[in-house]
């Protein structure tokens, strides 16, 4: 059996056109969606990943603004910064891209944007929002993850679902977003003793680890859906997931390709998040 793609780029565009909407009709109240977006050094991945933020942001129909600051910025500065963005209300998404340079303590600065701003997700208060099932906001690429599952239908319920890596931004809350829709979930990670043993059992593997061919075909469930988080390099320096497509996409149900999967979406659902916090600040339910 040959997987069935789900197609990152197409479902992206569909939630960017649903966001596009929903901007025109708050501008028509007057207000209209901003994000503010802060880098701090030079990062090449981060001014790429910053600047793409921008451009869907305008694509789209939303304010965005993108301040750049030296890495010898002074943490002070930094929180002073927030916290003006945090009082400006015209300003309703505020996002600081990571890394941060090593003299900043990114949980601290993370937590000095207000909650109902942190599009991101990020803040200690969303976190906790989302293990206790309130609103929130949820991180953008496990959120991602989980609007590719649901567009093929996939009922959750029960299904048994392995969440490779533990981190913060994806791992834990991929795996709380699961058991939010009643599937059993397994968190596998660098400690774990047999990973195979766990994904064997899996209906829905999602591999966010970081590095290649992390799962491999012998480690796959014959029709599972396996979403595939990573961003790596192959050694002709071609961009590549965590999952080794080519042979898991003949045992797998469904599979997101690497680019054009989770990538596209992550960067949907921080334009989401956006026009939610501002339709949250404009006092509407969010849609
Ligand atoms: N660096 C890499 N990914 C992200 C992200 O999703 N948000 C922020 N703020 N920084 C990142």
Redesign the pocket.
Known sequence: MTAQLIDGNALAKQVRAQVAGRTQALKARGIVPKLAIIMVGDDPA?AV?TRHKVNDSTETGLEATLERFPATLPEAQLLARIDALNRDGTVHGI?????LPRHMDSQKVISAISPGKDV?G?HVANAGALMVGQPGFWP??PFGCMKMIESIGYPLRGKNAVVIGRSN?VGKPMAMMLLQQSATVTICHSATADLKSHTLQADVIVAAVGKRNVLSADMVKPGAVVIDVGMNRDDQGKLCGDVDFASVREVAGWITPVPGGVGPM?RAMLLANTLTAAERAGGQQPA
């Open positions: 981060s990943y996002l600081v891209q990571l890394p991101d990020f953008c690429t931004i992550t």
